[in-house]
């Protein structure tokens, strides 16, 4: 601790740890640094919810296009490169997702339960930590307090002494310049100038015994607020560590440039651009749009007599009853392509659009066996149909 009489300004010493009082300061941090928790999980929150609308947007975005993308005339490598887009884009959806998910539940559940730990409350008294730093810096405090106060009125009185020694040796220069002034006055004079100089000096020596006793007690004083001072610190600095942690952590989950996923999504994107080929895609649309599709010339053609189809041999109507209903259930729904009419009774007739059941798979001529509703039933070429998608209610 500095010299009282050779300090720093008075403006400076009034701001120093040292000074009664001023330890509130440090006894103030426990009450900012819980403030301080609640600030970062309502910062970390906030940017979870940036992290979700970016999902939102990029997943709107990818919807979009997507459906545009589906109605525009590519093709080939350079469709696929396009349709990357989309898909890494939910690929990166879900992990902005994950990262919002993790900053609240993990991040901010993790600071909460670190800080109920951290600022224990005492009932009618805030924090813990406050109330006993506030105490121990008080008592310590207390008698170097008393001694200030002593060493100022020590030093008042001084001063107000040399005042009036100064006021008294004034009128006694000036009593001696008069010559008009009788021997008895001046005499008079002088004895107050010398009584006002003799309760100066025992001023002097009573501020300096003060002063004395002031600067003994220093170290003792110094020791005592430097170990509560000590004592703050350290859960001061049980506070960084535990959120400097915090940050890293939560650093780790929003620096997505080391994230293995990411790497992979975008080493996927880049390289199917760069699969992207101009020989493949304008071959591609040779073969199917172009001079390279396949056609049938045209060619003399031979007459040949028709050939009688074969088909296997006639089955018997299934009865009424349990067993056409097992039919009915077994069978799969087709919807006919063409009109067809049976040449043999045991074929089946019908128009195209109209929709029947196919009871038995298409045999190795080409022949399926059919019913239509009534019950009318019979072979048919199984080229001629396809089966009916199934319906979704909208």
């Known amino acids: 601790m500095a010299d009282p009489s050779t300090g720093p300004p008075a403006d400076l010493n009034k701001l120093s740890f040292w000074m009664p009082g001023n330890y509130v300061r440090t006894v103030r941090r426990t009450s900012e640094s819980y ?19 970016y999902v939102d947007q990029l997943s709107e975005w990818s919807t979009k296009w997507k459906s545009i993308t589906d109605n525009r005339p590519l093709y080939g490598s350079l469709m696929r490169a396009w349709q ?6 939910e690929r990166l959806s879900a992990l902005h997702s994950s990262i919002s998910q993790t900053l609240v539940s993990e991040d901010g559940e993790r600071i909460r339960a670190w800080q109920k730990e951290t600022f224990p409350r ?66 008079k ?39 509560v001072f000590d004592q703050s610190q350290e859960e001061e600095r049980k506070r960084i560590s535990f959120l400097k942690q915090t940050f890293l952590s939560i650093h780790r989950h929003l620096d997505i440039t080391n994230n293995e996923s990411i790497k992979a999504v975008y080493s996927e994107l880049h390289h199917t651009l760069l699969s992207v080929s101009e020989q493949d895609d304008l071959r591609w649309w040779k073969n199917h749009h172009g001079p390279g599709m396949p056609t049938d010339w ?66 190795d001529q080409g022949w399926c066996w059919g019913v239509k509703e009534g019950g009318v039933e019979g072979f048919y070429p199984a080229n001629y149909v396809l089966p009916v998608q199934a319906r979704h209610e909208t």
């Open 298 to 363: 045209p060619k003399l053609e031979e007459w040949s007599p028709p050939v009688k189809k074969q088909k296997p041999a006639k089955k018997s109507k299934p009865q009424r009853g349990t067993e056409e209903k097992a039919v009915m259930i077994g069978g799969v729904r087709v919807r006919a392509l063409y009109n067809y009419v049976g040449e043999e009774p045991d074929e089946l007739s019908f128009k195209a659009g109209e929709e029947f059941l196919k009871v038995e798979e298409e045999d």
């Open 84 to 89: 990357c887009f989309f898909s890494s884009t």
């Open 35 to 53: 403030q301080a928790c609640k600030d970062i999980m309502a910062c970390m929150k906030d940017r979870a919810h940036v992290e979700r609308q």
């Open 122 to 187: 005492k009932m009618f008294c805030g924090f813990r930590e406050t109330y006993n730093l506030e105490t121990a810096f008080s008592r310590a405090q207390k008698p170097w307090v008393k001694r200030l106060k002593k060493l100022d009125k020590a030093r008042a009185a001084y001063h107000k002494s040399c005042q009036r020694e100064q006021n008294a040796q004034e009128k006694e220069n000036q009593a001696k310049r008069n010559a008009n002034l009788s021997e008895s006055k001046l005499s």
């Open 189 to 227: 004079i002088q004895q107050m100038r010398e009584k006002a100089t003799e309760e100066r000096n025992k001023a002097h020596d009573r501020y300096e015994k003060v002063l004395e006793d002031v600067t003994g007690f220093a170290p003792r004083y110094m020791e005592e607020m430097e170990s």
